[in-house]
């Protein structure tokens, strides 16, 4: 939108000679009621200076005009500099560095999220800042992960904790689908990050599918020595979304499986495995 800021009496000059500061909508609509503009203001004015009406209506259209352009160029500038990865909106940071009046522009994006005005000042902070500083509106975040800004909606309700009992074979949740089945040694080992292969034996019921929280840990496969979850996902350099949507399946408070990441350890196929049962992860799209 346009705010037009003039002095009355420029109304009665012809729409090329006005100097107007353009922000957002012009005034007429945002602030004057038309029918009052119309029917009170401009014949007042038109006692004084006649030609006020015409000029009036001539400086509309070229004010509309130019919402038409501004509204154009944004919309131009915009589509180039923004990349949309599933629900997410990310915007490299030196590209929005580079880009002229890139106050107006993050502005223009980051309104349509709930922020605010004010808020831009924050948001240009962020190109500045380190990676993993974020702001938040009613509805979404707005991050710095590494070299990109990432624009995305804010989880609404409570963790869920779903129960997973033996023999059950698909396990519906936020994140997508698990397939889970059992089988016989031997077996081809799969190395898909979404298909978890365990040892059977080590595994008691019932399962707990949860999101992660701080102070969870487990041994990786492939270590004997327990890490914390925490620097687990700094070491895998995941950003603070990735980390929020983390679930992991844990068996009697031991962790089986970061879903889509890494194994525990203990749980692994050995030599000595006569069963394993395979869980498949199917992301939600």
Not at 14 to 23: E, G, L, M, Y
Not at 41 to 46: C, L, N
Not at 127 to 152: A, P
Not at 157 to 170: A, R, S
């Amino acid at each position: 939108m346009f705010e037009v800021f003039f002095k009355v009496s420029q109304l009665t000059k012809p729409a090329s000679t006005i100097k107007a500061r353009i922000n957002f909508k012009f005034f007429i609509h945002l602030y004057l009621p038309r029918n009052y503009f119309r029917n009170t203001i401009i014949p007042d004015i038109e006692k004084v200076f006649p030609a006020a009406g015409s000029n009036v209506i001539e400086n509309a259209e070229k004010f509309r005009d130019i919402q038409l352009l501004y509204d154009v160029a944004i919309d131009t500038i915009v589509k180039k500099l923004v990349t949309v990865v599933n629900d997410e909106i990310h915007i490299p940071v030196l590209k929005l560095n580079k880009t002229p009046a890139s106050s107006t522009i993050l502005f223009e994006i980051i309104q349509k999220f709930g922020f605010t005005s004010l808020q831009t000042r924050d948001a240009l902070k962020l190109l500045d800042s380190d990676s993993g500083k974020y702001i938040l509106s009613s509805t979404h975040r707005i991050l710095r992960n590494r070299k990109w800004i990432i624009i995305s909606k804010l989880e609404t309700g409570p963790t869920n904790n779903l129960i997973i009992e033996k023999g059950d074979k698909e396990i519906f949740f936020d994140a997508g689908v698990l397939k889970i089945t059992s089988s016989q040694i031997p077996i081809t080992i799969n190395r898909d990050p979404h298909v978890a292969q365990l040892d059977i034996s080590g595994v008691e019921y019932p399962l707990l599918l949860r999101k992660w929280k701080q102070g969870d840990y487990f041994y990786p496969l492939g270590m004997i020595k327990k890490k914390k979850l925490s620097r687990f996902f700094i070491d895998q350099k995941l950003s603070l979304n990735d980390k929020s949507n983390t679930w992991i399946i844990e068996s009697n408070k031991k962790i089986l499986w970061i879903v889509g990441m890494r194994i525990d350890n203990r749980f692994r196929i050995t030599d000595k495995t006569t069963a394993l049962f395979q869980i498949n992860w199917l992301p939600s799209k």
